[in-house]
């Protein structure tokens, strides 16, 4: 349901941009957002958007990643700028989705490695 893509190699300093986009039977969706998780720790929130485009940050990333979403495409960026070693993660997006004629459902994408190099 959620395919995410963009992942890759990238030296400190540099940017990537990350797409994650649903399909399947979609009725409507709420929430999107970019969760990571580092080696050995656990899975932390990055950012999220509300269908009315409205944002949130973890502070970490405030000023440096953009998060933006494409209704008619059913997808979700999440743009990211001068990266630092500490962003190397694997990035998994998230949707709230309702099916027709069905109920909301959190769906997870299958993660996109990102590994910040010095």
């Known amino acids: 349901q959620l395919q995410a893509s963009g992942g890759g190699l990238v030296q400190a300093g540099g940017s990537l941009r990350l797409s994650c986009k649903a399909s399947?039977?979609?009725?409507?969706?709420?929430?999107m957002g970019w969760y990571r998780q580092a080696p050995g720790k656990q899975r932390e929130l990055v950012t999220t958007?509300?269908?009315?485009?409205?944002?949130g940050y973890a502070d970490s990333v405030k000023g440096r990643f953009t998060i933006s979403r494409d209704n008619a495409k059913n997808t979700v960026y999440l743009q990211m700028n001068s990266l630092k070693l500490d962003d190397t993660a694997v990035y998994y997006c998230?949707?709230?989705?309702?099916?027709?004629?069905?109920?909301?459902?959190?769906?997870w994408g299958q993660g996109t490695l990102v590994t910040v190099s010095s």
């Open positions: 958007i509300g269908s009315d485009g409205s944002t």
């Open positions: 399947g039977s979609i009725f409507s969706i709420s929430n």
């Open positions: 998230n949707a709230n989705i309702r099916p027709y004629g069905g109920n909301w459902i959190a769906y």
